[in-house]
């Protein structure tokens, strides 16, 4: 949000060298589904305008706002990969271990290991390493009920926390996003 309350919305991109660049400022009156459909409709038709073709997208990063995971699934043809962006992940899940009972001697060693699941790199391992993770941990159902339905399941929108779809580079949070966002948005007004 700005000074007036108002999000600013950026989009960014990562070329070839693994830079990020912008694409798109908007200032709008809410974050929503709809203010984030019209930001890729129109990134769509500034494209095409552009390069004469539609624009693929093979990734796509945001935190695990409902309103933006539903934006891109009805906004945007393709198979892009939807990742959730890995910082929010870790934070919503460090918001969740008071409430879930996670004893506080215990929490390191739990990020351990989804930093761990995080960086396997195939489903089979996934799925391997979470089966250890669940058998370790079988003392907090509690938080393993929440971890699965949030964080694992196939019916979860933010299930996009696997990683291993994604060849080595690929940014894993949209932190670099958020700091630009941070850095321009306007501090004082006349």
Known sequence: MNELGYPLIVTT??????????????????ESE???????CALKKAYKKIYNKTPIFKYIMSDGADYIFNAIKNNLEGNQ??????????KAIKNKFAEKKIPKENRDKILICIDNLRSMISEKH???YYELFKSYYSSFPEFLEYFEKEWVSSNSPTTKSRFFDCEPNIFMTNNICESLNASIKIKKFI
């Open 13 to 30: 991109t990562q070329d070839s060298t693994h830079s990020i660049f912008p694409t798109s400022f908007t200032i709008s009156s809410t």
């Open 34 to 40: 709809f203010a984030y459909a019209f930001i890729l």
């Open 126 to 128: 996934f799925e391997k």
């Open 81 to 90: 990969i939807h990742l959730m962006c890995y910082f929010h992940l870790k």
